[in-house]
């Protein structure tokens, strides 16, 4: 079973990776222009979240309902690279989770990332679902969708760079152990 040392490690191994290519990946175009228009999809998922009252759904329920879906177990989901383009969108990684039995990620503003992952943009309870038209569950998923169909894009296209930038690099046997997730 995956536990909290697991995301300290990834948050790390983030950090080293924004350390050692961040410079370089913002100044690669292809990866700047990526990072602006998720940064935009990102703008219009959480919009329609707020106009459809998902966002008013999920916070009544967490302070009056059944409490947040975001367990413990979400932020196991979120790998280096995931976090690595929080760091390039200039976003911070906490050091230590704030609840033990919530998301490591989870502040009491709400998730301190930017770029999620897919089940944190994606997911729709059985409250969501009943509260909210299908119609406008349907809008915010596909406008949600291009927000995860870049992210994806993305995190291959930051992979390669990666891949690309160490070969041929004289790498020393520990780095090359972290660098295995970009393989």
Do not use: W
Not at 4 to 15: G, H
Not at 50 to 69: I, L, P, R, S
Not at 88 to 105: A, T
């Amino acid at each position: 079973m995956v536990d909290k040392e697991d995301v300290s490690q990834q948050i790390v191994l983030a950090s080293h990776l924004h350390e050692e290519f961040g410079h370089a990946l913002l100044q690669d175009e292809g990866c700047r222009k990526l990072l602006h228009q998720l940064n935009r999809n990102i703008d219009a998922t959480k919009s329609e979240m707020v106009a459809t009252g998902v966002v008013k759904e999920c916070a009544d329920c967490a302070m009056n309902g059944d409490g947040t879906c975001c367990g413990k177990q979400t932020g196991y989901k979120y790998d280096s690279i995931l976090l690595l383009i929080n760091l390039l969108l200039r976003m911070s990684l906490s050091p230590k989770s704030q609840d033990p039995y919530l998301c490591y990620f989870l502040t009491r503003e709400g998730c301190s990332l930017r770029a999620r992952h897919v089940i944190c943009v994606n997911y729709l309870c059985k409250r969501l679902r009943a509260a909210i038209p299908h119609d406008r569950l349907v809008r915010l998923q596909g406008i949600a969708g291009e927000e995860i169909d870049l992210l994806f894009i993305l995190e291959e296209y930051i992979k390669k760079k990666i891949r690309k930038r160490n070969t041929g690099k004289g790498l020393n046997t520990g780095q090359e152990e972290k660098l295995t997730i970009c393989r």
